[in-house]
Antibody
Framework: EEQVVESGGGLVQPGGSLRLSCAASGFSVSTYWMHWVRQAPGKGLVWVSRINKNGRTTDYADSVRGRFTISRDSAKNTLILEMNSLRVEDTAVYFC??????????WGQGTLVTVSS | QSVLPQPPSASGTPGQRVSISCSGSSSNVGRDYVSWYQQLPGAAPKLLIYNTNQRPSGVPDRFSGSKSGSSASLAISGLRSDDEADYYCVVWDNSLSGYVFGTGTKVTVL
């Protein structure tokens, strides 16, 4: 069974850093585009970033470009999101998604990131 | 990051048909495939429609998607109580080089 499980969320002060992981099972993260999507408490969905199958192409939302970095660890079959210079407005549940908007779309349950002093 | 306007709410009685609109522009809805997600409270989003009008395996044909120009729509026919959820459209925006979601529509079954 294919599954993705996010981890690494928590409480961090403004300006701090956090590293999110998305462990995949039942498939290889190298065979699909992989994405991060976030949702602030009580708010709508916002696309954050994506990485292509070979890891050489990445895209970011304007709101996180230059602060967040998406990558993969193929040996651990894991998607990663490095988040720096965090802001209060980055507070959200972060979801990892395989094949976003595709027929084999699969999401995790999300990990909560809270940026607060 | 811009968002695509959707009506904040829609409602109907069991068995009725409900339609949700998603307004875009020539840089997104007007030029690319639209997808639709359903999100139940406290759950991860679930894909209902991809490539504007295609349903993934397991999604009932009560859900259908369409597009005309820069506006897309999701229709739910034979409304059921378990259709109560938030619904979001999403599409690639060529000007932003990123995906943009709709503002979301809360569907209530009366």
């Amino acid at each position: 069974e294919e599954q993705v499980v996010e981890s690494g969320g928590g409480l961090v002060q403004p300006g701090g850093s956090l590293r999110l992981s998305c462990a995949a099972s039942g498939f290889s993260v190298s065979t699909y585009w992989m994405h991060w999507v976030r949702q602030a408490p009580g708010k709508g969905l916002v696309w954050v970033s994506r990485i292509n199958k070979n890891g050489r192409t990445t895209d970011y939302a304007d709101s996180v470009r230059g602060r967040f970095t998406i990558s993969r660890d193929s040996a651990k079959n894991t998607l990663i999101l490095e988040m720096n210079s965090l802001r209060v407005e980055d507070t959200a549940v972060y979801f990892c998604a395989k094949d976003f908007v595709g027929p084999y779309d699969q999401w995790g349950q999300g990990t909560l990131v809270t940026v607060s002093s | 990051q811009s968002v695509l306007p959707q009506p904040p709410s829609a409602s109907g009685t069991p068995g009725q048909r409900v339609s949700i609109s998603c307004s875009g522009s020539s840089s997104n809805v007007g030029r690319d495939y639209v997808s639709w997600y359903q999100q139940l409270p406290g759950a991860a989003p679930k894909l209902l429609i991809y490539n504007t009008n295609q349903r993934p395996s397991g999604v009932p044909d009560r859900f259908s998607g369409s597009k005309s120009g820069s506006s897309a729509s999701l229709a739910i026919s034979g409304l059921r109580s378990d259709d109560e959820a938030d619904y979001y459209c999403v599409v690639w925006d060529n000007s932003l080089s990123g995906y943009v979601f709709g503002t979301g529509t809360k569907v209530t079954v009366l």
